[in-house]
């Protein structure tokens, strides 16, 4: 009772057993009682009728016990039971069983057999040779006048016989059904074990970090619902054994970039380069770059931290639009000039007061800003636009950059995916726009964007208007 399969076939087969068993009791009783005992009764009947009737035909037999017992010899060849003959006194005249002795007048009341025109009675013993079927029918001849009264005898013994042949059918089709149904149910448990033991296999196997195949889909619809449940579950591992990898590598890569720049110039600092003040501007301004990058990177972790634990804490405020946006972009606009980009703000006077967490909105402003400056050539254009649409303020950024080639564009938003070199997204961890979308989506916002590979990109973000600007 240990094992789910031999729960499960006791609970297959044992009702099963119980509802053949109990249909085969009923099945036998309905059978003897409905249909074998009323056709045996009226088949002694008919019989006895038929006997009274040919009976008639012959008046002489009572005429005396040598002449009847001459009429039943003549007839025991071809009769079924055993025939006894009385007169209207209740005098035993003859029978075609010698062993059958009618010698007490009292045995039978003639007057129940004249009134009933039939009477059948049933003798039972201890020893079914000895239990008895009586039927008495009066005999009349031509005008309806009562002649005598004639007895068939039929020993249950071959009424048995035939219930007890009866029962062996019943009993062989019952246990054909038993054998199939138990059958059927051990398939059925051995099935259903099978699965959920691959189940638990699989699922043993992701605990102790070993390589998984995804189990076959197999069994009932719900085995076959948790079969897909798991499956998710290992491809969202291997998903995130990937991302983890990705992580590592990324975080050597771009951690090692900057630190590789810092550490030549302050070697150069310490060797006397801060001497020469042009040097010493030259080597800071690298320095402090990339330190910005190295902060940008944190900035990114940081986001990254704020996914895997499923949501952004924000710390929200009533902010003027007209008065934060374009303060936002002093760094920005100035970067983008120095590396030949030309720069448009497009910014409506009109915006209204939002309710938003200003330091993670800018990191999301700022991500899609720094991505716009990395990705445009020089003597592109970068725009950054605003305004209000219906109930909802938009942000755009849009760039005339190398644009996002059709095949990376469903990948966009991806934690980690960065695109073939030459392509948007052939540097970084791959986390900005993610986190910008995360940290929109977080201000009850979108972020939408369109892209035509060559061309240029454009991102933006929609914001819902407080409920006293409507």
Same mark, same amino acid.
């Given at each position: 009772m240990r094992s789910l399969r031999t729960r499960l076939l006791i609970s297959h087969s044992? %009702?099963?057993?119980? $509802?053949?068993? @109990?249909? =085969?009791?009923? *099945?036998?009783?309905?059978?003897?009682?409905?249909?074998?005992?009323?056709?045996?009764a009226d088949e002694l009947t008919n019989e006895a009728r038929l006997l009274a009737e040919l009976t008639a035909l012959h008046p002489d037999i009572w005429d005396g016990t040598q002449e009847t017992q001459a009429y039943l010899d003549q007839l025991e060849p071809?009769?079924? %039971?055993?025939?006894? $003959?009385?007169? @209207?006194? =209740?005098?035993? *005249?003859?029978?075609?069983?010698?062993?059958?002795?009618?010698?007490?007048?009292?045995?039978i009341r003639l007057e129940d057999v004249f009134f009933k025109d039939i009477l059948i009675q049933t003798a039972y013993s201890r020893h079914l040779k000895a239990s008895v079927v009586d039927v008495y029918i009066p005999v009349r001849d031509d005008t309806g006048s009562l002649m005598g009264v004639i007895q068939t005898t039929y020993h249950l013994e071959d009424i048995y016989g035939q219930f007890l042949a009866l029962r062996r059918v019943i009993?062989?089709?019952?246990?054909?059904?038993?054998?199939?149904?138990?059958?059927?149910?051990?398939?059925?448990a051995v099935n259903l074990s099978r699965a959920l033991r691959q189940i638990t296999e699989s699922i043993q196997q992701l605990a102790a970090g070993k390589e998984v195949a995804s189990p076959k889909e197999q069994?009932?619809?719900?085995?076959?619902?948790?079969?897909?449940?798991?499956?998710?579950?290992v491809i969202r591992l291997r998903t995130l054994e990937t991302t983890r990898r990705k992580l590592l590598a990324n975080l050597v890569h771009e951690l090692g970039r900057p630190l590789g720049a810092l550490l030549p110039a302050v070697q150069a600092l310490e060797s006397g380069a801060v001497e020469d003040r042009n040097l010493r501007q030259d080597l800071l301004a690298g320095m402090e770059d990339e330190l910005g990058t190295l902060r940008?990177?944190?900035?990114?972790?940081?986001?990254?931290?704020?996914?895997?634990?499923?949501?952004?804490?924000?710390?929200?405020?009533?902010?003027?639009?007209?008065?934060?946006?374009?303060?936002?972009?002093?760094?920005?606009?100035?970067?983008?000039?120095?590396?030949?980009?030309?720069?448009?703000?497009?910014?409506?006077?009109?915006?209204?007061?939002?309710k938003i967490d200003p330091d993670r909105l800018a990191q999301a402003i700022g991500n899609l800003v720094s991505n716009a400056i990395k990705f445009t050539h020089?003597?592109?254009?970068?725009?950054?636009?605003?305004?209000?649409?219906?109930?909802?303020?938009?942000?755009?950024?849009?760039?005339?950059?190398?644009?996002?080639?059709?095949?990376?564009?469903?990948?966009?938003?991806?934690?980690?995916?960065?695109?073939?070199?030459?392509?948007?997204?052939?540097?970084?961890?791959?986390?900005?726009?993610?986190?910008?979308?995360?940290?929109v989506a977080a201000h009850h916002g979108r972020l939408e964007f369109e892209s035509v590979p060559g061309e240029g990109s454009c991102f933006t973000i929609w914001l819902p208007k407080p409920p006293e600007e409507k």
């Open positions: 044992l %009702p099963l057993l119980i $509802i053949i068993f @109990l249909t =085969g009791f009923a *099945l036998d009783y309905v059978v003897e009682t409905r249909i074998l005992l009323p056709s045996f071809i009769l079924t %039971p055993s025939v006894s $003959i009385f007169d @209207l006194q =209740g005098n035993f *005249l003859g029978s075609t069983d010698p062993s059958l002795k009618f010698a007490d007048p009292a045995a009993i062989g089709v019952l246990a054909v059904g038993v054998f199939f149904g138990t059958g059927i149910a051990l398939f059925l069994g009932p619809e719900e085995i076959r619902d948790l079969i897909r449940t798991v499956n998710t579950l940008r990177l944190l900035d990114d972790l940081t986001g990254l931290y704020d996914q895997s634990v499923g949501s952004f804490v924000l710390e929200s405020k009533l902010v003027n639009l007209n008065e934060w946006l374009p303060n936002l972009f002093h760094t920005q606009r100035e970067l983008a000039r120095s590396k030949g980009v030309h720069w448009q703000s497009n910014l409506s006077d009109k915006l209204p007061m939002v020089k003597g592109g254009t970068i725009i950054v636009e605003a305004g209000v649409q219906a109930n909802e303020v938009w942000i755009r950024v849009q760039d005339t950059g190398s644009g996002i080639p059709i095949e990376d564009q469903d990948f966009v938003f991806t934690p980690f995916f960065r695109g073939h070199a030459g392509t948007r997204f052939p540097q970084g961890m791959g986390l900005g726009l993610s986190i910008a979308r995360d940290l």
